[in-house]
C-alpha cells in the first residue's frame, strides 16, 4: 500500500449509515431478472439483453442480476430511469460483491474510447449497485486504451461497484455523475473526460502501474470539474514494479482542466505533472488540493501550476457546487459519509 486515509473508517461507516451492511440477494417487485443459467420465466441470462427488453419510453424500471460473470458489452441507452442492482451479502461494501460484467475491446479494435467500454451509459438517471465492471483487453502495460465504463449521462450514480482495467478504466466524459464508496483501478489516465462535472467520494483508487491517476479533458471555462472528497489511493494488489514513486495525481489532458481534491492521500512528491513537456497545458489549470494526509505527504513538491487551498477555500468545493444542488433528489445518500 503505498498511503491512504487516515481518517476513513469503512468498517464505522457501514454501522453509522442508514441501510448500511444489509444484503440485496432477492429481485425487488417488478424487476428484470438475469440469471447466468436455468433461467425462470421472463428472465434473460444476459444482462445486455435485459437491458435490450426494456421499453424505450419515460417509466423507471430496475434490473437485479444474480451472481456469475456475464461476457458482452452493454449499453444503457433509453428515455426512462434504470437502476441495476447486482447481487451483495453488503450494500455498503465492494468486496461483497458477486456480479461481473467482462468485454474485451480497446480503441484500436472498437473504433473510439466509448465504443471500448465494457458498460456504456448514453442515458440520463442511471443507477449501478455492485456491479464490477473489466475491460480484460486492458490488463497488460501495452494494451492502450480500454474502457470499463464509459459514462456520458446526466445524473448517474455508480454505489459500491467496481471498475478495473489499466489506460483510461473510467471515461466520465459528459454530464453529471457521482462515484461512490466504489474501486477504480488502472495505471495511466485511468479516469478522465472532457464535459463532466463528477464527484468522488469514499472510493478506493488502486494504481497498478507508472502514470497519472487522471486526465481532465475540460477545454474551455465551462462547468467541468472533477471533485474528490474522502478518497484513498492505495496500490494494487496485482500492480507492475514501477508504481512505486511514478504514480501522479493528475495531468492536463485540456488545457482548462479543472481538478480539486480535498482529504486525500498522496502518492508522487511532485503530486502533479505536465501533459508533456512539448505541450505541458499548464498556463489555465486549476489542479487544487487541501488537507492531504498519509505517508506520502512529507517533503512534496508541488509545480507551481497547482494551488494548496485554505480551509476556507476548500469549504467552497461540496457536492452541490460540483454538480448541482439538486443532487438531494437523484443521489443515493446513504453512500455519503
Not at 432477492?26 to 420465466?41: D, L, W
Request: charged content about 10%.
Amino acid at each position: 500500500m503505498l498511503s491512504i486515509f487516515s481518517f476513513v473508517s469503512v468498517l464505522a461507516l457501514c454501522f453509522a449509515l442508514p441501510g448500511a451492511c444489509q444484503t440485496r440477494t432477492k429481485a425487488p417487485s417488478g424487476a428484470v431478472v438475469v440469471r447466468p443459467s436455468n433461467p425462470g420465466s421472463g428472465e434473460f441470462t444476459s444482462v445486455a439483453a435485459a437491458i435490450n427488453s426494456l421499453p424505450n419510453d419515460s417509466s423507471s424500471r430496475t434490473i437485479f442480476i444474480f451472481p456469475g460473470t456475464y461476457s458482452g458489452q452493454v449499453t444503457i441507452n433509453r428515455s426512462g430511469p434504470v437502476t441495476v442492482y447486482g447481487y451483495t451479502s453488503n450494500v455498503q461494501d465492494f468486496n461483497s460483491n458477486q456480479v461481473v460484467l467482462t468485454h474485451s475491446a480497446s480503441l484500436g479494435t472498437a473504433g473510439s474510447d466509448d465504443l471500448s467500454g465494457t458498460l456504456r451509459i448514453l442515458s440520463n438517471n442511471v443507477k449501478i449497485y455492485n456491479i464490477d465492471i473489466k475491460n480484460t483487453f486492458g490488463v497488460a502495460q501495452t494494451n492502450g486504451q480500454a474502457i470499463a465504463l464509459s459514462n456520458y449521462g446526466s445524473r448517474v450514480g455508480i454505489y459500491a461497484s467496481r471498475m478495473y482495467s489499466y489506460q483510461d478504466t473510467l471515461y466520465t466524459n459528459k454530464g453529471t455523475h457521482v462515484y461512490l464508496k466504489s474501486y477504480i483501478e488502472g495505471a495511466v489516465d485511468f479516469i478522465f473526460g472532457r464535459l463532466s462535472q463528477a464527484y468522488f467520494e469514499g472510493n478506493t483508487i488502486a494504481s497498478k502501474g507508472y502514470g497519472c491517476v487522471t486526465a481532465s479533458g475540460r477545454q474551455s471555462n465551462d462547468a467541468g470539474i472533477y471533485l474528490f472528497n474522502n478518497n484513498k489511493i492505495i496500490k494494487a494488489s496485482d500492480a507492475f514494479s514501477n508504481v512505486t514513486g511514478d504514480v501522479w495525481l493528475g495531468r492536463p489532458w485540456g488545457s482548462e482542466s479543472n481538478f480539486v481534491v480535498a482529504n486525500r492521500s498522496q502518492l508522487n512528491k511532485a503530486v502533479w505533472s505536465v501533459w508533456n513537456t512539448a505541450t505541458p497545458n499548464t498556463d489555465h489549470v486549476t489542479f487544487a488540493e487541501y488537507n492531504s494526509t498519509g505517508s506520502g505527504v512529507a517533503g512534496v513538491s508541488r509545480p507551481s501550476f497547482s494551488t494548496l487551498l485554505t480551509s476556507s477555500q476548500a469549504a467552497q468545493y461540496t457536492i452541490a457546487s460540483a454538480i448541482g444542488s439538486d443532487y438531494i433528489s437523484w443521489v443515493d445518500a446513504s453512500y455519503l459519509s
